[in-house]
């Protein structure tokens, strides 16, 4: 009998481990994200639909997630033409459990596009209905929601975001 519950046990933790990282593979649909902006209004993912949008997870506690903000600018200043016609976006979520310090890197990096936290740190519902479990972490979701890539930086990101946004 007690062979039984801990093979019970095995498979229930296997399948939640499965189905957590089945949430994000390339060809699903994006979890949807609701969570508060920097100025406390509210964001909802799915008010993006339409869109090609880069998800990117980060703190201003993961050295590597600071140093990609500039790049990150950068991009969203490249395809600004395509912001303003409202057929791209990025939107920065925050595993911060700090207010001020996301606060502070928002505006030492002039960021202007989307920021979203709940600022539960790595206990916040969105990072595990991700599967996060290391930082900088992106995906890529095209205009109905559904995953397009995951996990591109630097170079590889930017031809992947001008390949895709010439397309629309």
């Known amino acids: 009998?007690?062979?039984?519950?801990?093979?019970?046990?095995?498979?229930?933790?296997?399948?939640?481990?499965?189905?957590?990282?089945?949430?994000?593979?390339i060809g699903q649909k994006a979890p949807e994200i609701t969570m508060?902006?920097?100025?406390?209004?509210?964001?909802?993912l799915s008010s993006l639909k339409g869109k090609l949008v880069l998800?990117?997870?980060?703190?201003?506690?993961?050295?590597?997630?600071?140093?990609?903000?500039p790049e990150l600018k950068k991009l969203?200043?490249?395809?600004?033409?395509?912001?303003?016609?409202?057929?791209?976006?990025i939107v920065g979520v925050s595993l911060?459990?700090?207010?001020?310090?996301?606060?502070k890197a928002i505006d030492r990096f002039a960021i202007s596009w989307i920021q979203i936290s709940d600022l539960k740190f790595w206990k916040s519902p969105v990072a595990k209905a991700?599967?996060?479990e290391e930082l900088p972490f992106n995906l890529i979701i095209d205009s109905n929601g559904i995953i397009i890539a995951k996990n591109l930086h630097d170079k590889e990101l930017e031809e992947f975001l001008s390949k895709n946004l010439k397309q629309q």
């Open 96 to 103: 911060d459990k700090s207010k001020e310090s996301w606060q």
């Open 55 to 69: 998800i990117d997870f980060w703190a201003t506690w993961c050295a590597p997630c600071v140093n990609e903000q």
């Open 36 to 44: 508060p902006r920097a100025d406390g209004s509210s964001f909802v």
């Open 1 to 25: 009998m007690k062979m039984i519950r801990i093979a019970i046990v095995f498979l229930v933790l296997i399948s939640g481990l499965m189905s957590a990282q089945n949430n994000t593979e």
């Open 130 to 132: 991700y599967g996060i």
């Open 76 to 89: 969203y200043a490249q395809f600004s033409d395509q912001v303003k016609n409202n057929s791209f976006e």
